[in-house]
């Protein structure tokens, strides 16, 4: 922008956000500048603390800015013996917003993926066993996707659980509450067959 | 966010953004933190500076860190006599991304709007008839948006011409190059007949 480099600085920056691209970046820089200076002086000073501040937590691995996360830190979800195991911080923010679960997790930041070269190591598998070792836990809630990846980390994960005499149980998968079951993929539909329970 | 208060200031924070609500804030803010940190904080100290140092040209009113815009410090563009009037610095980007216009502008920064106590003065008509008096201006462009208000400025701004004897145009207002007529709206057509010119 002949008139203002550094307004092309901004939109260029703008686009590092996923899905904005030159165009929406343009319209947020001129929005923020005409009627919204002050929230974003403030956004960016957040993102500046976030990402300085926001690390994983050392027991469940999640974001957080404390060393262990207040989940982590809940004497409750501590003695409930429960442990959940997804792929992600984001699974833990779908699981928390439903209120279902009072356990503990364990965010693999992944899942195996040895074409990738990501093995038991890489998705924090060996301090998962620390877990194991240390703690007192009843069962593993396995809550990995329901993908190729997610299914083969879901099944190596269960035998390190076998190993410590440890329950292991897989989320259900199925047709979505509400879902009608002629939209319903066949390999979803195979797995709500298989998963039938007697009533 | 349970586990990170400060990831929850951040979802809250993008959602200063025109067109983000807090579902794609919170996918933003996770992209950041695992794939994107030094981008985020690229933005965040661009955003800083570009809140801070991006006011107005002093002569144009467009947006600029510099006392006096590029634009308007370009000998060739002030030996043109032509002033362009437009709403909005977005306006002066899209005509600059057309490369037709080799003059200067004047950014209303908005539209007469007596209903909104928006008057002359608010638009900056009290430093445009300065421009009119310390300049030696051929003509006078009008391109404010072919709206009830943006019409009714044009005609305010060109009976101020008048006064000072300078020629005053309006942009041509039909059917857009490359448009199909069924397609094209009442108005618009009828400004495309009311324009029409002799071949
Ligand atoms: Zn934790
Ligand atoms: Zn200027």
Known sequence: MKFSPLLSELVSALTCLPGVGNKSAQRMAFHLLERNREGALKLSSVLHNAMEHIRHCSRCRTFTEQPVCDICQHPQRQDSGLLCIVESPQDVLAIEQTSTFNGTYFVLMGHLSPIDGIGPQEIGLDELEQRFRSESIQEVILATNPTVE???????????????????????HGVPVGGELEYIDGNTLTHAFSGRRKL
Request: hydrophobic residues 40%; proline residues 0%.
């Open 150 to 172: 997610g299914e083969a980390t879901a099944h190596y994960i269960a035998q390190l659980c076998n190993k410590y005499h440890i329950e292991a149980s897989r989320i259900a």
